[in-house]
């Protein structure tokens, strides 16, 4: 367990290490105060191949069972990531492309749970705040981001991040309290404008998502699925309280949803 009470300029709040880490167990971060940098639940550089499943080989990610839980109760952090924190190598990449979206390796073997309650997370809502993995990389179980109170400022992504990318369980959004100034992706998401003309295979959720909202206020869209992403089973969004600025949509921009939208 990390704990980060005041203080300021860490450039990086890390779970786990640098590259080759190998750490069994739950992983749990608090900043109750301070201003610091980005929190990255996992590993900070990942490196190597692996195709998703337990840890073995090169490939520098957890074993199974290293469940996530990162909590801002008080002052501010640019960013949160949960699994990752580079963008993958050309070995990765190279591997990925090859071998189809089933090998694409995980960054994090376990569940990943994110709380805001208090304090302030990202800097401009233009941009990302909180993101659960990044591309060629993916999580090996289910994702829950709540907010509760405070600030989040920029975009809450529960998929994947660009392209490649898996969420392997279930991904949800839950907006009580607080506000969100940017959109709500309860999905993966592609930078649209970086991968225009790639046409690079989608982010996926091999579950279902969802977005929650009983309270609190979310400046932008909200998207029940995201951006060019895959949703292989059901996509519900759920308002009952707080309030919208901008659409909210059951699927999103381009995604592909497989089943249900409630």
């Known amino acids: 367990t990390i704990n980060i009470e005041g203080g300021e300029g860490l450039k990086q709040i890390v779970g786990m290490g640098y ?19 980005v929190i990255i639940g996992g590993v900070q550089y990942v490196s190597g191949v692996q195709p998703m499943g337990p840890n073995n080989g090169d490939f520098a990610a957890q074993s199974k069972d290293n469940n996530v839980t990162i909590n801002v109760t008080g002052g ?7 699994a990752n924190n580079n963008n993958p190598t050309n070995a990765i990449r190279d591997y990925v492309v090859a071998n189809g979206t089933d090998t694409r390796p995980y960054a994090l073997g376990g569940n990943v749970k994110i709380v805001v309650d208090g304090g302030s997370v990202g800097t401009s809502a233009d941009d990302d705040a909180i993101i659960t993995v990044g591309s060629c990389h993916s999580v090996d179980g289910n994702v829950e981001i709540e907010v509760k109170s405070g600030e989040v400022v920029g975009s809450i992504t529960a998929g994947g991040r660009n392209t490649y990318s898996t969420i392997s369980g279930d991904t949800s959004v839950t907006i009580s309290g607080g506000k969100v100034d940017g959109n709500i992706y309860a999905g993966g998401s592609i930078d649209s404008k970086k991968y225009a003309s790639d046409n690079p295979p989608a982010p996926v959720v091999k579950g279902s998502t969802s977005v929650k909202m009983t309270g609190g206020e979310v400046t932008g869209d909200i998207c029940g699925a995201g951006i060019g ?4 089973n ?14 909210v949509y059951g699927a999103g921009e381009g995604s592909t949803i497989k089943k249900d939208v409630v």
Not at 19 to 37: E, P, Q
Not at 229 to 232: C, H, Y
């Open 19 to 37: 590259k080759s880490a190998n750490v069994t167990g739950a992983i749990t971060i608090n900043v109750k105060g301070g201003d610091h940098g």
């Open 76 to 82: 501010h952090v640019d960013e949160i990531r949960a």
């Open 229 to 232: 992403d895959t949703v292989e």
């Open 234 to 247: 059901d996509v519900k969004v759920d308002l009952t309280g707080g309030t919208v600025g901008g659409n």
